[in-house]
Each structure stands twice: as C-alpha cells, then as structure tokens.
C-alpha cells in the first residue's frame, strides 16, 4: 500500500522535471530566433562585401609625386571612386597579392575605377623598382604610384593608420588594407587581406559607382 503513493510521487516529479527541461529549451530557442534580438545585434545587412564605414568619414587629402614625377592629389580625383592602398615594391608575397586582386577587380569593371598606390617604403621605392613592380603585377598604365619625402609620407600613413616598412613586416601587414572611397571623396568600405577578392573589391567599386546623388 505504500508503493503506490511512493510511485506517483516519482511520477509527478518526473513529470516536472520534464516540463521545466522543456520550458528551458523553448526559452533559449525563442532567445535565439526573436527578430528584436537578431536586429539589435547584427542591424541591417550591408549591401557591400568589405567592411562598410557607416560614419563615412572625408578621407584625408594628400598631394605625393607618381611614377611619371606629376603631382598628383586625392582631391584630384574626386567625382571616381577610388581604390586606395598602402605597399612597398620590396615586400614581397603580401604586397603582390594585394596588387594583383586589385588588378583582378579593374578587369572584371565594365566602367574604370581610379588606383591609387601610396609608398609604404619610399627609400626602397626607386622609380625603377616602382616600373618593375607595376610591371610585375599587370598594373602598368592603370594605378597611380605615389612615393615622396619621409616629411610628405609620415602624415599620410598617420592619417590612414598604416604602419610603414620601417616598422616591420609583421606591423606592415596588420595594416595593410585596401580603402575604396566614394565619389564625395568619403571613406565607404574597408578590405583587410582576409576578405579582399577581385569579386568583391570590383562588386564594391560598383555598388560605389551606382550610388545617386553623385556628381
């Protein structure tokens, strides 16, 4: 007579052990898929491929010498979108890689996109090995290769965050990103070597080029 009572107990017990298992799930599922949640976390998607500046800050203006000796600024090409990028002829796999997604990206555009290179090492960057280089990555006759004095460059790569080659390769390749800045002369997207693909950067170029409102 006394297991019966002893039985329903369990039985009861279980029986609240399985709902409260149940409740728990259903919590962290709703948790999980609640839309208000998903929104305030991740926020709208971004229609670019690289990393998007919301802020869309001016991009700091710099006058530098190419590899023809014009002057050449980056208000000068105001009204383009423009592909900027920070490397060194001397450098190796890194900056190659670099030079040549951005070549990848020119060749998939249907409209062109200025390229601005800026010397991360203007000791090593002798017009020559500057020639060589753009040679070497198909980029002769469509990027800009700026180089000039320590006292031009060193605001420049402090404007822009890069790390110079003077700082080491390691440091160089943290910073070495490629910036696309819109045709108001905005910083818009960021590509670190991780996502940066001639897909992607010339998807971005051309997302930047359709925008309205631009002159």
């Known amino acids: 007579m006394r297991r019966r009572p002893l039985l329903t107990l369990l039985a009861l017990a279980t029986a609240l052990l399985a709902v409260l298992v149940l409740i728990v799930i259903l919590g962290g599922s709703s948790h999980r898929t609640s839309p208000l949640a998903g929104a305030s976390v991740s926020g709208p998607a971004s229609p670019f491929d690289g990393a998007a500046l919301p802020s869309s800050p001016p991009a700091p203006d710099f006058k530098l010498t190419d590899q ?15 592909v900027l990028a920070f490397l060194y002829s001397s450098c190796g796999a890194t900056c190659v890689l670099i030079a040549q997604q951005i070549r990848g990206a020119l060749d998939d555009l249907t409209s062109p996109a200025s390229v601005l290179i800026v010397s991360a090492d203007p000791a090593s960057d002798t017009p020559a090995r500057v020639r060589r280089f753009l040679g070497q990555v198909s980029l002769s006759g469509r990027a ?72």
């Open 68 to 82: 023809t000796g014009g002057a050449v600024s980056l208000a000068g090409h105001r009204g383009r979108v423009t």
């Open 144 to 215: 800009q290769y700026l180089t000039g004095s320590l006292a031009q460059l060193r605001p420049v790569w402090r404007a822009y965050r890069v790390a110079p080659a003077a700082d080491g390769r390691a440091a160089f390749e943290r910073t070495a990103n490629v910036l696309l800045i819109d045709r108001l002369g905005r910083k818009r997207v960021l590509f670190g070597l991780e996502q940066l693909t001639p897909e992607s950067l010339a998807h971005d170029i051309g997302r930047l080029d359709g925008e309205p409102g631009h002159p």
